[in-house]
């Protein structure tokens, strides 16, 4: 047989009948991977969907959030603005506070008279500058560093006494207590920590704060808006 024959022959075979095996899973797995892309991208759009639903605000950011804002403060405290003097209100000599709490305050020390307790209106809004003498000559008096002085006055800019939303509060029966932790011991400060809430008052400086000293003499008023936004940083990170 020469070589032409031998091609012939084998072309001349007869085409082996051939069972392929279809595997149904290999056919379903195929169009898996087809569908795949479009199956991730619904996948993390019902994810998205359900999270935001779950968590209507952005609380991812809250820790990094806190760490910004503490990344603010200087010597503990944090930064205030100072308030336009069309919202401040002399309430009595030298006293003068944001326009919105003068009423929540005057009456607060309507009822406490009423239960037999005398307080006394210590300090209310300080100027930056007034903040700034405070702050500085105080220090040199004393002759302390800032890092002292700011654990019980805080230094020019980082007072919520620039707000008009801050109060210091004595007993008038017990006037050597003022600006003293002993305010504490004084019916007026036990008669505060019975009730100022409801008049929307709240210790700026409890003794759990992290930052400032104890100062049961200092409140602050967050029974509006404003005041709220004023000190959410605080309310958030003390
Ligand atoms: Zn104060």
Known sequence: MDKKDEINQIIDLPIAQRTYFSNPYSNLFKKLLLISPFLLIAISFSALRLKS???????????????ENNA?????????????EDKLVLIE???????DMSKSLLQMREDAK???????????????????DIFYSLKSIRNQVAA?????SAPPGYSEHSTGFAIDIGDAKNRDTDFEVEFENTNAFKWLKMN????????SFNKNNKYIDYEPWHWRYEGSIEALKVFENSNRND
């Open 148 to 152: 002292e002085r700011a654990k019980v």
């Open 196 to 203: 100022a809430a409801k008049y929307h008052f709240k210790l």
């Open 114 to 132: 009423k239960d037999g307790i005398y307080l006394t209106f210590l300090s209310g809004y300080r100027s930056v500058k007034l903040q700034n």
């Open 72 to 84: 603010h403060r200087i010597l503990g405290h944090l930064p205030y603005g100072e308030i336009s």
């Open 93 to 99: 000599p030298n006293i003068e506070v944001h326009v």
């Open 53 to 67: 639903y779950l968590y209507p605000f952005p609380i991812k950011n809250l820790y990094s959030q806190t760490q």
